[in-house]
T-cell receptor, first 115, second 114 residues
């Protein structure tokens, strides 16, 4: 069946440019998460959407980072004025988020390289 | 093993051996724990989970043990195969105000030698 998809799979950009990363969650999943993973590191939580509730933005590292989720489905993570330290793999995950169904299903990630 | 905090970043085993990956967690209020496997170039994939009202759970070739007294979690892989080579993450979850945001450890790299 269809899993979580992310696009683009790879993105190379120049310092100072804006980038948009897209996530298509599994249909029907109400929860959506964005994480950042630097080389050889664990997953750094960025932002969390749950249904119609206000997103939890507590993990966003700076105001250059923002995300939205339209219609409770597709999400876009935007990084403005990219910096070299933004280079990482950006992972999206979705979850049914019902009792007993908290497991997250991850996409393949977008590999971002800021030159 | 790893911690949510890192203890042992790399574990090398021979094919057919049993592997044990460890994880220490810090939040005594955590009530749900998950192990993920991440192969090179892919996103993490769910392996097995356990809730705080259990101390052991078994899956296919994998067993997770939870010791709440010392806040320790382990993943045991029986008869390890080359296809098990990956980075393994533990994650702890604490439901808070209806929000469920897991905290991931840094990961342990498992290398299986044929």
């Amino acid at each position: 069946g269809a899993g979580v998809s992310q696009s683009p799979s790879n993105k190379v950009t120049e310092k100072g440019k804006d980038v948009e990363l897209r996530c298509d969650p599994i249909s029907g999943h109400t929860a959506l998460y964005w994480y950042r993973q630097s080389l050889g590191q664990g997953l750094e939580f960025l932002i969390y959407f749950q249904g119609n509730s206000a997103p939890d933005k507590s993990g966003l590292p700076s105001d250059r980072f923002s995300a939205e989720r339209t219609g409770g489905s597709v999400s876009t993570l935007t990084i403005q004025r990219t910096q070299q330290e933004d280079s990482a793999v950006y992972l999206c995950a979705s979850s049914p988020w019902t009792a007993g169904q908290e497991t997250q299903y991850f996409g393949p990630g977008t590999r971002l390289l800021v030159l | 093993g790893e911690s949510v905090g890192l203890h042992l970043p790399t574990l090398s085993v021979q094919e057919g051996d049993n592997s044990i990956i460890n994880c220490a967690y810090s939040n005594s209020a955590s009530d749900y724990f998950i192990w993920y496997k991440q192969e090179s170039g892919k996103g993490p994939q769910f392996i097995i989970d356990i809730r705080s009202n259990m101390d052991k759970r078994q899956g296919q070739r994998v067993t997770v043990l939870l010791n709440k007294t010392v806040k320790h979690l382990s993943l045991q892989i029986a008869a390890t195969q080359p296809g098990d080579s990956a980075v393994y993450f533990c994650a702890e979850n604490t439901s808070s105000g209806g929000s469920y945001i897991p905290t991931f450890g840094r990961g342990t790299s498992l290398i299986v030698h044929p």
